[in-house]
C-alpha cells in the first residue's frame, strides 16, 4: 500500500508501507485521523482525505463501506463535468479502507519535531546507462 503525505506547503512526499503496517489503517474512514507514531513519524497526525483501489476506482467520502457501487455521478470526486448539467454513472468505492486499497492519500494537521523531507528520503530514480 503506498502512503501520499501532503503538507501546508503544496509538497507531497509518498512511501510504501508494509504488510503489518498497511493492516493499522484497515476499518479506518476518511476524515478520520492517524497517530504518526504508527508509521514511524512521530509527533505527526494525519487526515486521511482519500484513495484509490486496485482497480484505479476513487473513494468517496460520502459513501459508506468498502465496496464497488455504480452511482450517477454530478461532480468529483470520481467525475469531472464537461459540460454544465451533464451526469454520469460512474463507479465508486465506499469510505472505508481494506486490503483492496492501493492508495491512501493524507494531509498533516500536525507536525512533529523533525521534517518530513529527513524522515521520507527521496528515491533517486536510477539513470539509464
Known sequence: MKLVISV???QTFQTDLSEDKAALLFGKKISD???GDLLNLPGYK???TGGSDDSGFPMRPEIEG???FKLLLS???GYKIK???ERKRKTIRGNTIDQTIVQV???VIEEG???LSELLPKKEKDEKK
Do not use: A, Q
Open 75 to 77: 461532480k468529483g470526486p
Open 46 to 48: 494525519l487526515r486521511i
Open 66 to 68: 468498502n465496496g464497488k
Open 8 to 10: 501546508k506547503s503544496g
Open 33 to 35: 485521523i492517524i497517530e
Open 113 to 115: 519535531p523533525t521534517p
Open 105 to 107: 492519500n493524507t494531509k
Open 83 to 85: 459540460r454544465k448539467g
